[in-house]
């Protein structure tokens, strides 16, 4: 049986991504039960759920373990994986931002700045593209504490409601971009079950028109 594979991360955008699907008539009863399987399938529309890690859903989708994948964009960027971006899903929104202690401006002229980060690539790219010199250092959790500790002198982050950053005694100094979820396609399951995902592409736009 061919069966399309769709990677979904375990955890809240995963839970979203999983109702898109049985919103257009994918969902798989299995699924909804609480469980510790990682693979579940919907027999009778040839469709199977896999549940990965998020940092690790392009990797999935890029070497073809499954076919389409609900990741954030934060992660597409990060990772620079080659596969197609083919829909934003509009849920999932937050923004990436350079966050410091009260009063901190960045100054151009110093001689490397500090940035803490758990998103060393998209930290680098950012700041080289602001003709910033920066000292990288990469962080995987917590991150909030280096500015106060001494460790950097900024964070890049992702800030939803700002809530964390306020009960560490920070503030957003940049506002970088915006991001949400993403729909991606293994670049061979996008020709060779192209029939299959434009169905679901058309589907989930006729959500999102239903919705709006």
């Known amino acids: 049986?061919?069966?399309?594979?769709?990677?979904?991360?375990?955890?809240?955008?995963?839970?979203?991504?999983?109702?898109?699907?049985k919103k257009i008539g994918l969902g798989c009863s299995e699924m909804e039960k609480n469980s510790r399987k990682l693979i579940f399938t919907n027999e009778e529309k040839n469709v199977r759920f896999i549940l990965v890690k998020a940092s690790d859903i392009p990797v999935y989708v890029e070497r073809g373990a499954a076919d389409l994948g609900v990741v954030g964009k934060?992660?597409?960027?990060?990772?620079?994986?080659?596969?197609?971006?083919?829909?934003?899903?509009?849920?999932?929104?937050?923004?990436?931002?350079?966050?410091?202690?009260?009063?901190?401006?960045i100054d151009n002229t110093i001689r490397?700045?500090?940035?803490?980060?758990?998103?060393?690539?998209?930290?680098?790219?950012?700041?080289?593209?602001?003709?910033?010199?920066?000292?990288?250092?990469?962080?995987?959790?917590?991150?909030?504490?280096?500015p106060l500790v001494g460790l950097s002198d900024v964070i890049v982050d992702i800030v939803e409601t700002g809530r964390t950053l306020k009960?560490?005694?920070?503030?957003?100094?940049e506002d970088m971009f915006p991001i949400s979820a993403r729909l991606i396609a293994n670049k061979v399951s996008y020709?060779?079950?192209?029939?299959?995902?434009?169905?679901?592409?058309?589907?989930?736009?006729?959500?999102?028109?239903?919705?709006?």
């Not at 009960?167 to 100094?173: D, H, I, K």
């Open 1 to 21: 049986m061919d069966y399309l594979n769709i990677a979904l991360a375990k955890g809240r955008l995963g839970d979203k991504g999983y109702e898109m699907f």
């Open 74 to 105: 934060d992660i597409i960027m990060e990772e620079e994986r080659d596969f197609y971006e083919i829909a934003d899903l509009g849920f999932g929104k937050c923004k990436f931002s350079v966050a410091a202690l009260p009063g901190y401006k």
């Open 112 to 146: 490397s700045l500090k940035v803490a980060t758990k998103y060393p690539n998209i930290a680098k790219k950012y700041f080289s593209s602001k003709g910033i010199q920066i000292d990288l250092i990469k962080l995987n959790g917590s991150v909030e504490l280096a």
């Open 167 to 173: 009960e560490n005694g920070l503030v957003v100094v």
């Open 191 to 212: 020709k060779m079950k192209n029939e299959s995902i434009r169905e679901i592409i058309d589907n989930i736009q006729m959500i999102f028109r239903k919705e709006l």
